[in-house]
């Protein structure tokens, strides 16, 4: 018999269009499938090249298929390192370089400084603390309740206390170093943890209670009749973003008594606001430009506003330029992550799975201030029904503080915490019936029609759910596959396989209704090229693409003729957060108004040249045709701009049909939902806890897709990081001091290219979206990062084939080695048996 760690050796990661075994799709499949995402794929002869949707432009007739989509924009600049961050912009004559003072204390009375020691330290020109702050000491996104520079009370360790400005990077790291040493302070009590700050009533917002039921009382009424009840509780823990480009800002006086600010954020007009208020300046004062992130996740929506207070802070102040690069480790230890949530349910159900009375509580924790919290909670409450009719259900929410990292936004923004936990619950009255669990999901799917309103009452009306998961269930092969892991398990003592499949229902729009807004600017040079201008930021995920497509496609123009530039307050004001995948819904929408704008104004100048309706007016390949004329489009331009045509535009865009209630928790916060499927296979060591990935389906709706290869990108990425958080990204915090323990890449593990499983097939759903959103296109940033709920749930599957499925495994998330073995143990217990 081959030893567990043989068959468990790790295959190598192979990209999805080069494996042998994973050729092109038959020519049969190409209309149903909409597989063109499958990068390198070649539609057979003609036919449109799947997945390549029609993007737009004057001459566009319905149904026609655009050309193959183009690249990321910024791809070539990735691969040979050219391509800029925040830390790459040239320094200025006399930069100088902060680092934070942390506290050592997870709670305290902070009792004084010794200022004198640290400006004692070699080559250290200013030591800043929360008194030489000119107005505002908060950088609290909602509520103002999170100080830039510790001021009386010490509330985690991490928390910044003083800034030290120094000639280098490296002077100023050391002498901040020396924190524990100059800081004097009074330790008190701590809560460290959600579940007791839940027991002491501890919370940074009030309580949130959402029920719904079929009439008054109902939902006592049906949990008591249930044919089946089941309780329990579920631990999840957070997940640092670990973005490659830690946080970093450079703040630089300008004339005037002004601020320019390069900075590392999600948000750059939040940043502009946070310095404004911390300086008592108007905002025109200061302006914030962010050309890419380094990847964000969440992390930098909020949380990089503290570290561009702190470089402006002192760039004022001391009339420099200041730039603040975080160590990795200090990165760790002063941001926060995505909130760790515990869990409490009782369900009532039929003999088929149905889920009859539903009560559940989700505590998040918030560490020590409310953050985003509230909005992330929100979402959580919104997202437990995930793809599932409740007639009658109670969510009960809180959000614990603590003394730890104030937790942020993080891919998901708290819809992945709901939904899963009943994912979970169904998981557990499957095993509890016996059936197979995609059956009793089945049982509970939305409705068409009927049986389709979520619990804050906002119809599913473009449900597709059902028909996705069959075509998943088939191209996957998901009943010859679950007979065969049974076969295995049942002679395999030691490696057990388990496999999964798991829906999504995730709702796109910002949780704030007034957020849903975006701006752009778009200019023709004379010589026909395009540059345009939008609030939304790169971090990576080809947002810059995506407009830059739509523009073009708008004005009949190759690609390459349109560059977008660094988001700017100074250019577009008033923007929102490259968040809650709104990114190319929001500003690709007000590119193209501004586009369109331009189009039309080209068109009927064109029209009163040389002829024709301003409306036959026909812009396609760089060329104008007008009339019986065809011209290029920089002539066309060039005539405009001697004609005194106005070539520049504006755009703005606003979602509409939102609604929402914070109170009553009732409305239509969402704009559409995104929809998608799994089916994962694993194999789990029994003796070991260890695990390996076999085989991965992927089927996801990103409506009628903008880009298919970045569409794809995106949804295996956010699969593969969303694995990490649920099975490998374990946080812990020393139970007595309150440290952060992993708050490095020696102790805090993420998935790597080898932990992708060797058949990982993905493919996006043919469903342009019901919605008039841009192209018919949908979000694809957050919600296939639920669809890894199928890995953790094949996890459970193979630990229950432990105890031949008919003990429920008590498995917490991340499913590490140890929480695996946990798990089995505890199945072994209960069904009474050794170890083999």
Same mark, same amino acid.
């Given at each position: 018999?081959?030893? /567990?760690?043989?068959?468990?050796?790790?295959?190598?990661?192979? =990209?999805?269009?080069?494996?042998?075994?994973?050729?092109?799709? /038959?020519?049969?499949?190409?209309?149903?499938?909409?597989?063109?995402?499958?990068?390198?794929?070649? =539609?057979?002869?003609?036919?449109?090249?799947?997945?390549?949707? /029609?993007?737009?432009?004057?001459?566009?007739?319905?149904?026609?298929?655009?050309?193959?989509?183009? /690249?990321?924009?910024?791809?070539?600049?990735?691969?040979?390192?050219?391509?800029?961050?925040?830390?790459?912009?040239?320094?200025?004559?006399?930069?100088?370089?902060?680092?934070?003072?942390?506290?050592?204390?997870?709670?305290?009375?902070?009792?004084?400084?010794?200022?004198?020691?640290?400006?004692?330290?070699?080559?250290?020109?200013?030591?800043?603390?929360?008194?030489?702050?000119?107005?505002?000491?908060?950088?609290?996104?909602?509520?103002?309740?999170?100080?830039?520079?510790?001021?009386?009370?010490?509330?985690?360790?991490?928390?910044?206390?003083?800034?030290?400005?120094?000639?280098?990077?490296?002077?100023?790291?050391?002498?901040?170093?020396?924190?524990?040493?100059?800081?004097?302070?009074?330790?008190? =009590?701590?809560?460290?943890? +959600?579940?007791?700050?839940?027991?002491?009533?501890?919370?940074?917002?009030?309580?949130?209670?959402?029920?719904?039921?079929?009439?008054?009382?109902?939902?006592?009424?049906?949990?008591?009749?249930?044919?089946?009840?089941?309780?329990?509780?579920?631990?999840?823990?957070?997940?640092?973003?670990?973005?490659?480009?830690?946080?970093?800002?450079?703040?630089?006086?300008?004339?005037?008594?002004?601020?320019?600010?390069?900075?590392?954020?999600?948000?750059?007009?939040?940043?502009?606001?946070?310095?404004?208020?911390?300086?008592?300046?108007?905002?025109?004062?200061?302006?914030?430009?962010?050309?890419?992130?380094?990847?964000?996740?969440?992390?930098?929506?909020?949380?990089?506003?503290?570290?561009?207070?702190?470089?402006?802070?002192?760039?004022?102040?001391?009339?420099?330029?200041?730039?603040?690069?975080? &160590?990795? &480790?200090?990165?760790?230890?002063?941001?926060?992550?995505?909130?760790?949530?515990?869990?409490?349910?009782?369900?009532?159900?039929?003999?088929?799975?149905?889920?009859?009375? %539903?009560?559940?509580?989700?505590?998040?924790?918030?560490?020590?201030?409310?953050?985003?919290?509230?909005?992330?909670?929100?979402?959580?409450?919104?997202?437990?029904?995930?793809?599932?009719?409740?007639?009658?259900?109670?969510?009960?929410?809180?959000?614990?503080?603590?003394?730890?990292?104030?937790?942020?936004?993080?891919?998901?923004?708290?819809?992945?915490?709901?939904?899963?936990?009943?994912?979970?619950?169904?998981?557990?009255?499957?095993?509890?019936?016996?059936?197979?669990? *995609?059956?009793?999901?089945?049982?509970?799917? %939305?409705?068409?029609?009927?049986?389709?309103?979520?619990?804050?009452?906002?119809?599913?009306?473009?449900?597709?759910?059902?028909?996705?998961?069959?075509?998943?269930?088939?191209?996957?092969?998901?009943?010859?596959?679950?007979?065969?892991?049974?076969?295995?398990?049942?002679?395999?003592?030691?490696?057990?396989?388990?496999?999964?499949?798991?829906?999504?229902?995730?709702?796109?729009?910002?949780?704030?209704?007034?957020?849903?807004?975006?701006?752009?600017?778009?200019?023709?040079?004379?010589?026909?090229?395009?540059?345009?201008?939008?609030?939304?930021?790169?971090?990576?995920?080809?947002?810059?693409?995506?407009?830059?497509?739509?523009?073009?496609?708008?004005?009949?123009?190759?690609?390459?003729?349109?560059?977008?530039?660094?988001?700017?307050?100074?250019?577009?004001?008033?923007?929102?957060?490259?968040?809650?995948?709104?990114?190319?819904?929001?500003?690709?929408?007000?590119?193209?108004?501004?586009?369109?704008?331009?189009?039309?104004?080209?068109?009927?100048?064109?029209?009163?040249?040389?002829?024709?309706?301003?409306?036959?007016?026909?812009?396609?390949?760089?060329?104008?045709?007008?009339?019986?004329?065809?011209?290029?489009?920089?002539?066309?331009?060039?005539?405009?701009?001697?004609?005194?045509?106005?070539?520049?535009?504006?755009?703005?865009?606003?979602?509409?049909?939102?609604?929402?209630?914070?109170?009553? *928790?009732?409305?239509?916060?969402?704009?559409?939902?995104?929809?998608?499927?799994?089916?994962?296979?694993?194999?789990?060591?029994?003796?070991?806890?260890?695990?390996?990935?076999?085989? +991965?389906?992927?089927?996801?709706?990103?409506?009628?897709?903008?880009?298919?290869?970045?569409?794809?990108?995106?949804?295996?990425?956010?699969?593969?990081?969303?694995?990490?958080? $649920?099975?490998?990204?374990?946080?812990?915090?020393?139970?007595?001091?309150?440290?952060?323990?992993?708050?490095?890449?020696?102790? %805090?593990?993420?998935?790597?290219?080898?932990?992708?499983?060797?058949?990982?097939?993905?493919?996006?759903?043919?469903?342009?979206? +019901?919605?008039?959103?841009?192209?018919?296109?949908?979000?694809?940033?957050?919600?296939? $990062?639920?669809?890894?709920?199928?890995?953790?749930?094949?996890?459970?599957?193979?630990?229950?084939?432990?105890?031949?499925?008919?003990?429920?495994?008590?498995?917490?998330?991340?499913?590490?080695?140890?929480?695996?073995?946990?798990?089995?143990?505890?199945?072994?217990?209960?069904?009474?048996?050794?170890?083999?």
């Amino acid at each position: 018999m081959n030893k /567990p760690h043989d068959l468990l050796a790790r295959s190598p990661a192979i =990209p999805n269009f080069a494996r042998q075994d994973n050729p092109p799709w /038959p020519e049969a499949e190409w209309p149903a499938l909409h597989e063109g995402a499958r990068v390198g794929a070649t =539609p057979p002869p003609g036919r449109p090249k799947a997945g390549c949707a /029609p993007l737009g432009g004057s001459d566009r007739e319905a149904g026609a298929w655009g050309p193959s989509t183009p /690249p990321h924009e910024s791809a070539h600049l990735h691969v040979s390192g050219q391509a800029t961050y925040t830390d790459d912009a040239p320094e200025l004559h006399g930069t100088l370089h902060a680092a934070l003072g942390l506290s050592s204390l997870a709670h305290g009375k902070l009792l004084g400084i010794d200022l004198a020691r640290l400006r004692a330290q070699p080559g250290v020109v200013a030591v800043f603390t929360a008194a030489d702050i000119p107005a505002t000491n908060d950088c609290g996104p909602v509520v103002h309740d999170d100080p830039i520079l510790a001021d009386g009370t010490l509330r985690f360790v991490g928390q910044p206390v003083f800034l030290v400005v120094a000639t280098t990077q490296t002077l100023a790291r050391r002498a901040a170093a020396l924190a524990r040493e100059v800081i004097q302070a009074e330790a008190l =009590p701590a809560v460290l943890t +959600a579940r007791e700050a839940h027991a002491q009533g501890q919370y940074v917002l009030p309580p949130m209670h959402l029920t719904r039921e079929t009439a008054p009382g109902e939902l006592e009424r049906a949990m008591a009749c249930a044919p089946h009840r089941l309780q329990g509780s579920l631990s999840v823990g957070g997940q640092e973003q670990f973005y490659l480009e830690g946080q970093v800002a450079y703040a630089m006086p300008t004339e005037n008594s002004g601020l320019r600010v390069l900075c590392s954020t999600q948000h750059p007009s939040e940043m502009q606001h946070v310095v404004a208020h911390m300086l008592g300046w108007m905002q025109h004062q200061v302006q914030v430009e962010c050309r890419r992130m380094g990847g964000g996740f969440g992390g930098k929506e909020s949380q990089s506003a503290q570290f561009a207070c702190c470089a402006a802070l002192a760039a004022h102040l001391l009339q420099k330029p200041v730039k603040l690069r975080l &160590d990795r &480790d200090d990165d760790f230890l002063i941001t926060g992550r995505r909130h760790g949530f515990e869990y409490d349910y009782a369900v009532g159900f039929d003999d088929d799975g149905r889920i009859l009375a %539903y009560e559940v509580t989700l505590i998040a924790n918030a560490g020590h201030s409310a953050d985003l919290s509230g909005a992330v909670l929100t979402r959580a409450i919104c997202h437990v029904d995930n793809a599932y009719w409740l007639p009658n259900v109670a969510i009960h929410g809180f959000v614990a503080k603590t003394n730890t990292q104030s937790n942020t936004a993080f891919r998901g923004f708290g819809g992945p915490q709901g939904a899963l936990v009943t994912e979970f619950v169904l998981d557990s009255i499957a095993r509890k019936l016996g059936h197979d669990a *995609l059956q009793v999901r089945r049982a509970n799917f %939305y409705g068409i029609g009927r049986n389709n309103h979520t619990p804050y009452g906002q119809g599913v009306i473009d449900n597709v759910i059902s028909p996705l998961v069959d075509q998943l269930v088939q191209s996957a092969d998901y009943a010859a596959r679950r007979t065969a892991i049974t076969r295995f398990n049942a002679h395999s003592p030691v490696l057990k396989k388990g496999l999964a499949l798991t829906p999504v229902k995730f709702g796109i729009s910002f949780n704030v209704v007034h957020l849903n807004q975006a701006g752009a600017l778009v200019h023709i040079y004379t010589d026909g090229s395009v540059l345009v201008n939008h609030g939304g930021t790169e971090m990576g995920q080809g947002l810059n693409t995506k407009v830059a497509q739509v523009v073009a496609e708008e004005l009949g123009l190759d690609f390459a003729a349109v560059r977008c530039t660094a988001t700017d307050t100074h250019k577009v004001a008033n923007t929102s957060a490259t968040a809650a995948s709104t990114g190319a819904d929001l500003n690709g929408m007000a590119a193209l108004d501004a586009a369109r704008t331009l189009r039309q104004r080209l068109a009927a100048f064109a029209a009163e040249q040389h002829g024709g309706r301003t409306e036959s007016v026909r812009f396609s390949s760089g060329m104008v045709h007008a009339g019986n004329t065809t011209l290029p489009f920089a002539a066309l331009v060039q005539q405009a701009y001697l004609a005194r045509v106005q070539l520049w535009s504006d755009g703005f865009y606003t979602t509409p049909d939102l609604h929402w209630d914070a109170k009553t *928790l009732t409305g239509h916060p969402f704009y559409y939902f995104a929809y998608g499927a799994a089916v994962s296979e694993v194999l789990v060591d029994t003796l070991t806890g260890e695990w390996r990935l076999l085989r +991965a389906d992927l089927l996801h709706d990103a409506g009628r897709s903008l880009n298919p290869a970045i569409d794809i990108g995106q949804v295996e990425g956010a699969f593969i990081q969303g694995m990490g958080w $649920l099975t490998m990204e374990e946080l812990v915090w020393h139970p007595k001091t309150g440290v952060l323990l992993t708050h490095a890449p020696s102790t %805090y593990k993420i998935p790597t290219a080898n932990d992708s499983p060797p058949s990982f097939h993905t493919a996006l759903f043919d469903n342009p979206n +019901a919605q008039p959103t841009l192209h018919r296109s949908k979000a694809v940033g957050e919600p296939p $990062l639920l669809l890894p709920f199928s890995v953790l749930l094949a996890i459970r599957d193979a630990i229950s084939a432990v105890g031949d499925h008919c003990i429920d495994p008590p498995l917490r998330a991340p499913a590490t080695p140890e929480a695996i073995l946990d798990a089995i143990e505890a199945v072994r217990i209960q069904r009474g048996s050794a170890a083999p």
